[in-house]
T-cell receptor, first 115, second 109 residues
Framework: DTAVSQTPKYLVTQMGNDKSIKCEQN?????MYWYKQDSKKFLKIMFS???????INETVPNRFSPKSPDKAHLNLHINSLELGDSAVYFC??????????????FGPGTRLTVL | GQNIDQPTEMTATEGAIVQINCTYQ??????LFWYQQHAGEAPTFLSY????GLEEKGRFSSFLSRSKGYSYLLLKELQMKDSASYLC??????????FGKGTMLLVSP
């Protein structure tokens, strides 16, 4: 199936741990994103990569580090997890960046719970 | 910056028509998206408006007025499966998609 996939779907961990979330898209898109959706369902951009280059880095703690080994993958590594990091993290991709229409396709989400 | 306002919740009856409004303040944007998100699932694309006016797509239509800073999503012939959150989002170029907080629509029999 052509899609955006994420692993794991659920992640439960202790405060202070380091964890990674993986994202892959097989849509041939050039741009990939990470979003955070909090408990109030507010969806906010964290990072955007275009052809493996970082183009957006919103105000996100530097404990969060995205890595793009190739344009089909964008992984998110989180160091020293805190309670406030508990949220659903969505990966997304789109065909183009810049000024053109930018329909984004979302992965299924990773529900992170920090205890 | 950008500010996007949507009603938090709406209720409607199966078979009815519902209009979900979105007002925004921004210094500029390329277009406006509507996404649907069912509970526990990913957002999925519904519509995109770049010019003023109405875009129709089956039971769903979306309207944009740039001069009024206003958009709405119109859902006709409501079905139970339309119960979901509807997200208005501004596309500002450079991959920046800014979402509103979403409107939770509950469709009852």
């Amino acid at each position: 199936d052509t899609a955006v996939s994420q692993t794991p779907k659920y992640l439960v961990t202790q405060m202070g741990n380091d964890k990674s979330i993986k994202c892959e898209q097989n849509l041939g898109h050039d741009t990939m994103y990470w979003y955070k959706q909090d408990s109030k369902k507010f969806l906010k951009i964290m990072f955007s990569y275009n052809n493996k280059e970082l183009i957006i880095n919103e105000t996100v703690p530097n404990r969060f580090s995205p890595k793009s080994p190739d344009k089909a993958h964008l992984n998110l590594h989180i160091n020293s997890l805190e309670l406030g990091d508990s949220a659903v993290y969505f990966c997304a991709s789109s065909q183009v960046s810049g000024g053109a229409r930018n329909e984004q396709f979302f992965g299924p989400g990773t529900r992170l719970t920090v205890l | 910056g950008q500010n996007i306002d949507q009603p938090t919740e709406m209720t409607a009856t199966e078979g009815a028509i519902v209009q979900i409004n979105c007002t925004y303040q921004t210094s500029g944007f390329n277009g406006l998206f509507w996404y649907q998100q069912h509970a526990g699932e990913a957002p999925t694309f519904l519509s995109y408006n770049v010019l003023d006016g109405l875009e129709e797509k089956g039971r769903f239509s979306s309207f944009l007025s740039r001069s009024k800073g206003y958009s709405y999503l119109l859902l006709k012939e409501l079905q139970m499966k339309d119960s979901a959150s509807y997200l208005c989002a501004l596309w500002s170029g450079y991959s920046t998609l800014t979402f509103g907080k979403g409107t939770m629509l509950l469709v009852s029999p």
